[in-house]
């Protein structure tokens, strides 16, 4: 089921991109109200919304579903963690608090006739 989600999650990324990569801008009027004279405004009349814009508005209510179903198989998966052997904190810390460093050996002495001066 979750791989479903996620499929569907990506597909909707995806057609939400290509969405508004082929809507037109509201600065491409401009021009047409220096001199045109079919535009009311600079930018354009505010009027109903485009097929596209209706689109892109439902693919992103889709995203916005598929991302909470996404959180809550995140969630359950978060709670039954604890199921699959990993350690509880308790014990992770209780361990860091005893620290078991290695014993060095004591280096052996070097021999009296050594190339390399001894400071004494």
Do not use: C, R, W, Y
Request: charged share 10%; net charge negative; aromatic share 4%.
């Amino acid at each position: 089921m979750e791989t479903l989600v996620l499929v569907a999650h990506v597909l909707l990324a995806a057609a939400i991109i290509a969405l508004v990569l082929l809507q037109q801008g509201k600065g491409a009027e401009a021009g047409a109200a220096f001199g045109g004279g079919a535009s009311q405004t600079v930018f354009g009349s505010q009027g109903n919304s485009s097929f596209l814009g209706q689109m892109t508005a439902v693919m992103a209510v889709g995203l916005f579903i598929t991302s909470f179903v996404l959180a809550v198989f995140a969630k359950d998966k978060a709670e039954t963690v604890g199921d699959a052997g990993i350690p509880a904190p308790i014990v992770i810390e209780s361990s860091a608090a005893e620290p078991q460093l290695p014993v060095l050996e004591s280096a052996p002495e070097p021999a009296a006739d050594a190339d390399v001066p001894s400071a004494e």
